[in-house]
């Protein structure tokens, strides 16, 4: 069986045509799978009876099973546990998001790239649970067709009036390193920006990484023009190394030296993710030195700082003095920065959270039923 959301257009035809099937069969069931987000092949009118009797018994479009749903109590966070064709699980949050000041209201999709993370960040509950497996290009593409159907099927109506039943944005945030899964990840990425395929923008697409540098070089040469949102975290290797062990592997030195090439080869603006971690690494101190490091990119940087969501670590976030104060350094230093709005705190909408809660159930279950 092969799973249809691997495939590119061409690759889709190459595929049918081997099968006897002409070349525009292959436009027709691209329409459906990523125009009507269509997945059953019965209902594909358009195709010929014996061509989806064929697909049925030759393919499948995705295998993802939906385990659990949560939806945050402003209903703008919308969580699925979702099963894969072996059983693993994944997770998806679909976020909504009301008009800024400097754009439209979003519905942004935030999805993974592997099952569990080899990276081992100590603040991440996905990178406390262990690496599994990648991702195939199909089981990333599928997610994002899961999410969109979610929304098709129970639009969002923003505070403005604005009607929402299509995503505007992807975020390869999720459970995984996206750079670690490169070549799935990137194949997934194309057939999502294909106008034939789901047709969203690659600007309104962003990969986030933890600093695989060879990862990062290779970005900096595709020309797919996604955006591009650095893991750092904490301003030198010594504290950095405590949280995120690939900084023994990658220092800062070598990772920003790669955030350089890549601005100077394609012009974008990076993001600077930084978690920030009461008493660990968001003293104003922390904050000049971060500016100190990020100065000669100029406009061309932009921290984005993330209250840390409660794990299993034992880490908590700072309070709202101490987060104006890291502002404010980072300000004086000329460095443009936000703060990320919590989201979905209520459902357990950071990566991994969920998975985390599902396996720590399924093992008292387990445990209970044991019992004499």
Not at 72 to 80: P, W
Not at 117 to 131: E, I, K, P, S, V
Request: aromatic residues 6%.
């Amino acid at each position: 069986m092969i799973d249809l959301l691997t495939l590119s257009l061409p690759e889709l035809e190459v595929w049918l045509g081997e099968r006897g099937e002409p070349r525009f069969r292959a436009r027709q069931l691209y329409d459906w799978l990523y125009r009507h987000l269509e997945t059953d092949f019965q209902k594909m009118s358009t195709l010929p009876g014996s061509l989806r009797e064929m697909l049925a018994a030759q393919a499948t479009a995705g295998q993802l099973a939906l385990r659990r749903e949560l939806v945050s109590k402003d209903g703008r966070t919308r969580k699925v546990l979702l099963e894969l064709g072996d059983g693993r699980l994944i997770e998806s949050v679909l976020m909504l998001f009301p008009a800024a000041s400097k754009g439209r209201a979003r519905a942004t999709a935030c999805i993974s790239t592997q099952v569990g993370c080899a990276l081992g960040c100590t603040f991440c509950a996905t990178g406390q649970m262990g690496f599994e497996r990648h991702l195939t290009a199909g089981e990333i593409v599928g997610q994002v067709l899961f999410v969109a159907r979610m929304l098709r099927n129970q639009p969002w109506t923003a505070p403005d009036g604005q009607v929402l039943d299509r995503l505007t944005n992807l975020v390869l945030m999720g459970m995984g390193e996206p750079l670690h899964n490169y070549d799935q990840t990137l194949a997934a990425l194309r057939i999502l920006n294909s106008p034939d395929g789901f047709g969203i923008g690659a600007r309104h697409i962003t990969i986030s990484t933890v600093g695989l540098v060879p990862g990062i070089l290779r970005l900096s040469e595709e020309p797919l023009q996604v955006n591009l949102a650095i893991s750092l975290h904490a301003p030198n290797d010594a504290m950095r190394s405590r949280t995120m062990p690939v900084t023994r592997k990658y220092g800062m030195d070598e990772l920003l030296e790669a955030c350089r090439t890549y601005v100077q080869r394609t012009n974008r603006q990076l993001t600077f993710e930084y978690v920030l971690l009461a008493g660990v690494n968001d003293a104003p101190e922390h904050a000049r030195e971060l500016g100190q490091r990020l100065a000669d990119f100029k406009q061309l940087a932009h921290v984005n700082l993330i209250p840390v969501n409660a794990t299993s670590a034992g880490y908590r976030p700072p309070d709202g003095e101490a987060i104006r104060a890291f502002r404010e350094e980072l300000r004086r230093a000329g460095i443009s920065n936000s703060v990320r709005a919590e989201r979905g705190d209520d459902i357990a909408a950071a990566c991994g959270q969920l998975k985390t809660r599902e396996k720590a159930k399924e093992k008292a279950r387990s445990k209970e039923l044991a019992r004499p």
